[in-house]
């Protein structure tokens, strides 16, 4: 996937797990990268990028403050001296698991802000510095095909908007030539089902699995730079399953 090289590409939410995987990935094949994290350190995903002979430009950034989020894709193209190329929108969580009844406004307003509003944030700023030709990839979910695990109410709507926003995506910029995908990660040993999936539930869902196990972060990276790449240069529109064979759509 030569057509990557000295590319800029954007991976907001890189500091660990999968966009980390992503941000590393990106720059195997050569792209120039800028990431951005806020919970995590970012110093092992920095180091590995690093010893592929690239280096990545980053910055701390809080999903939820807008105007850092839309500042983020300026200061990074202008920092680069390249237009972005690709768009990889990692930025997402669960913050709590929460019955129907248990939920308040603000917590859903926050889930949405996170899993959607964000997202919208970095496209819309983004674009105006996206070469025509371009990709972008979002990390939707298993959670927004089946409607999430136990509490996962808000989080699987949100990510079900984040697909059906691919979708739209696709169409609108798709004169410009820019291609616009999703993935939908089923179980993946991250951070995220550290803290929220009991580890009895992960074993469990894992013997379900058809492969018998959870999947890398990895193997959901090498599918993103698939996605991002001339290689999949008919491919749009798509929100892409990659969860073992449990869940088929």
Known sequence: MSDLKNKLALVFGGGRDIGGAVAVELARRGAQVALSYHGSNPTEVLAAIEATGQKALSRKVDALDTAA???????????????????????GGLLARKRMEEMDDAFWDQVMALNTKSI??????????????????????????????????????????????????AKELGPRRIRVNAVCPGMIATKFHDDFTKPEVRQRVAGMT??????????????????????ASFVNGTNVDINGGILFS
Do not use: C
Request: hydrophobic share 50%; glycine share 14%; charged share 15%.
């Open 69 to 91: 989020v839309r500042n983020f894709a300026v200061w990074a193209a202008e920092e680069a001296g390249n237009p972005i190329a690709v768009l990889v929108n990692v930025v």
């Open 210 to 231: 058809p492969l018998g196990r959870e999947g890398k972060a990895e193997e959901v990276a090498q599918l993103v730079v698939y996605l991002a790449s001339d290689a």
């Open 120 to 169: 919208f944030a970095m496209t819309q700023a983004a674009l105006t510095h996206m070469e025509d030709g371009g990709a972008i990839v979002n990390v939707a979910s298993q959670a927004g095909r089946d409607g999430g695990g136990p509490g996962g109410i808000a989080y699987g709507a949100s990510k079900g908007a984040l697909m059906s926003m691919t979708r739209g995506l």
